[in-house]
């Protein structure tokens, strides 16, 4: 959604302008939810006579491999992924099987016709019956022999080098892999679909975000609803419009493990999405100050995030229990080590719920997921199948983190950071000779009044106080589960923050990244995942004053999957410009904002794609 609010004079209600006499603007895209990036089929609304259901996604081949003996078939139905405790999981189906015909009917038809054909031979059954499914599937054969003895292949493909160090002088071994195509019979007993959604989530009224909304008056609703029920009744649509209102109640019947309590009642209730859209920004006006100083990380956000919060906000600040000014190097040292370190251990407690090796497979892969995104590629129809089933693994690892905690986690780093930050400027102020301290968390980085310029990650903490300084690729950004925490606050000077890499500039991705500039007419330039994102963490970029401009590609200024992604700029007049999905998008699990509370701004995304609706030379944007 994207909200356009005048300051508040007297009892003036918030109305709709154009950029030429914008006083204030909030963008915020507040539809988290599986979005566009995780479409996931389903049954809309209970039929009379139910559909057989199995519990598998695929794609369709229109060549299939030569395996001598196989029936006559014009191609198949390649399973991409089964799901877990379904009547496909139950019956053995593998990813990567190829369907070439159903109850002893094969795939003779032209390609282009293949998945009406398999459609129409599976809604010959009902739920309960079984069907006999013709399967090609590629056997893998691996053969171990340690000194002429047959040995764990699994341990030697695990690594190799490791395995032949472990090994005593003399052996001899031998590694043999073999690939071959089988035709198998598969018989699934078919489920209905309802049988294995999750319980749908609360209603509304349930929840924290339903008490409060209750609570609070929302000004400047319209009567878009009374409109509605005008149009539907003077034209007699009564029916069709109340079918349309029921089978989108009818997806929250169950639930898909992705989506949002607000994304629910949206579905549920659309007129929902304004009210929600409107306490959003009235808060953000009426709490600005607050908002500010917490980085955006408090309890008010959550809420809207998650629609529960389960555990305390402390509003207070931070509390300093020693003079920072006073310490010397070794103290300063220790002191941000062990401080820091209890908050970071909170956070990692909720990364907690990851093996370190889906945090690895994370770090490697997670932004293929968006990569694939931006070309175009519905995650379910990627022909690429083993990329396919990597960005299955990103979601559902990025599904088990807890984004009501991470919150939490990031509301207390906002506030040591904000508390600290006076005193560690002093501290620099009086030690001029340190330019760098070294923690277990990464380094301090402490600028000059001149230029400087910031060009290694391993700066993690940077305080700039004054000149036009130059901050490259992932400086102060929090890109790693080892160190999940960074900031940059840079108080003065025309800065210019540049990135050719994925992720920077007031970024988790995972973990928790601030950047804040006080002052100076800044440019930010940057790919994708920049400029105030998260991604599985808390990304908040805030710029105090100036006239600054932001350029980005994908997935930048407020944008977020499986967190909180926040651009605040709070004066001057600005030009923001991206491409596609960018300047306040939330995708699962995230809450993606843009803020900009004064100035005279221009906020401009091309798009990237051509627009499915077939209008020439018009683009789909999916921003703002």
């Known amino acids: 959604m994207t909200y356009w609010i005048p300051n508040q004079v007297g009892n003036e209600e918030p109305r709709l302008l154009t950029y030429k006499n914008l006083i204030t603007e909030v963008v915020l895209r507040t539809l988290s939810t599986l979005f566009l990036i995780i479409l996931i089929p389903c049954t809309i609304l209970a039929e009379d006579n139910p559909k057989p259901f199995m519990g598998v996604n695929h794609q369709l081949l229109s060549e299939l491999p030569e395996v001598p003996g196989a029936p006559a078939a014009?191609?198949?139905v390649q399973i991409t992924t089964v799901q877990k405790e379904t009547p496909a999981f139950k019956a053995g189906l593998l990813a990567g099987d190829i369907v070439i015909g159903l109850d002893g009917v094969y795939f003779d038809v032209v390609p282009d016709s293949i998945s009406a054909e398999f459609t129409r031979l599976l809604y010959k059954h009902g739920p309960g019956e079984t069907m006999n499914m013709h399967i090609l599937r590629l056997e893998v054969i691996n053969e171990l022999v340690l000194?002429?003895?047959?040995?764990?292949?699994?341990?030697?493909?695990k690594s190799p080098e490791a395995y032949l160090d472990s090994l005593p002088p003399g052996s001899e071994i031998s590694f043999n892999t073999s690939k071959n195509w089988k035709i198998i019979d598969v018989p699934i007993v078919l489920g209905k679909r309802e049988e294995f959604k999750l319980p749908p989530l609360p209603e509304i009224a349930e929840t924290k975000l339903g008490k409060l909304l209750k609570k609070k008056r929302v000004k400047g609703q319209s009567k878009i609803k009374r409109i509605v029920d005008e149009v539907v009744d003077r034209y007699k649509l009564n029916e069709d419009y109340d079918d349309l209102r029921a089978r989108l109640r009818g997806i929250e019947a169950g639930d898909d493990g992705t989506r949002l309590t607000a994304m629910a009642e949206i579905h549920r209730n659309p007129f929902f999405i304004e009210r929600y859209g409107r306490y959003l920004t009235d808060m953000i006006i009426k709490d600005k100050y607050e908002l500010v100083y917490n980085l955006f990380c408090n309890p008010d956000i959550s809420v809207c995030l998650t629609g529960n919060t389960t555990a305390s906000f402390k509003k207070s600040r931070f509390k300093i229990k020693s003079d920072i000014a006073s310490f010397d190097e070794n103290e300063l040292k220790n002191w941000f080590e062990k401080t820091l370190g209890g908050l970071i251990e909170d956070l990692n407690?909720?990364?907690?719920?990851?093996?370190?090796?889906?945090?690895?497979?994370?770090?490697?892969?997670?932004?293929?997921?968006?990569?694939?995104?931006?070309?175009?590629?519905?995650?379910?129809?990627?022909?690429?199948?083993?990329?396919?089933?990597?960005?299955l693994k990103t979601i559902e690892l990025g599904s088990k983190i807890d984004i009501d905690a991470l919150t939490i986690a990031?509301?207390?780093?906002?506030?040591?950071?904000?508390?600290?930050e006076a005193q560690i400027f002093k501290w620099s102020e009086n030690h001029p000779e340190v330019k760098v301290i070294e923690?277990?968390?990464g380094k301090i980085g402490f600028g000059t009044t001149g230029y400087d310029r910031w060009a290694s990650p391993e700066f993690k903490f940077i305080y700039d106080p004054d000149g036009n300084d130059f901050y490259a690729n992932g400086t102060g950004t929090a890109n790693s589960f080892?160190?999940?925490?960074?900031?940059?606050?840079?108080?003065?000077?025309?800065?210019?923050y540049q990135s050719t890499e994925e992720g920077a500039q007031g970024s988790g991705l995972?973990?928790?990244?601030?950047?804040?500039?006080?002052?100076?007419?800044?440019?930010?330039i940057s790919g994708r995942w920049s400029q105030g994102c998260g991604y599985l963490g808390v990304g908040v970029l805030l710029d105090v004053r100036g006239d600054d401009n932001y350029h980005g590609t994908e997935f930048v200024q407020?944008?977020?999957?499986?967190?909180?992604?926040?651009?605040?700029?709070?004066?001057?007049?600005?030009?923001?410009?991206?491409?596609i999905y960018a300047q306040g998008i939330g995708f699962t699990h995230g809450l993606g904002m843009l803020i900009d509370y004064a100035g005279n701004d221009i906020g401009y995304s091309t798009g990237k794609h051509p627009t499915n609706y077939g209008d020439p030379g018009i683009f789909d944007a999916w921003s703002q």
């Not at 928790?512 to 100076?520: A, E, R, V």
């Open 74 to 76: 014009q191609g198949g």
């Open 147 to 157: 000194n002429g003895e047959p040995a764990d292949w699994k341990s030697y493909i």
């Open 349 to 391: 407690s909720i990364y907690a719920v990851l093996t370190e090796d889906e945090k690895a497979f994370l770090e490697e892969y997670m932004f293929e997921l968006t990569d694939v995104h931006a070309q175009g590629i519905y995650v379910w129809s990627d022909e690429d199948p083993e990329r396919y089933q990597r960005n």
């Open 410 to 420: 990031s509301h207390k780093i906002a506030r040591f950071v904000r508390s600290t």
């Open 439 to 441: 923690t277990k968390w």
């Open 482 to 496: 080892a160190q999940p925490v960074s900031w940059i606050i840079d108080q003065s000077g025309n800065d210019a």
């Open 510 to 524: 995972p973990g928790i990244g601030f950047l804040i500039d006080y002052g100076g007419d800044d440019t930010y």
């Open 558 to 579: 407020g944008s977020a999957l499986f967190g909180l992604g926040v651009l605040a700029d709070l004066e001057g007049n600005d030009n923001y410009s991206a491409t």
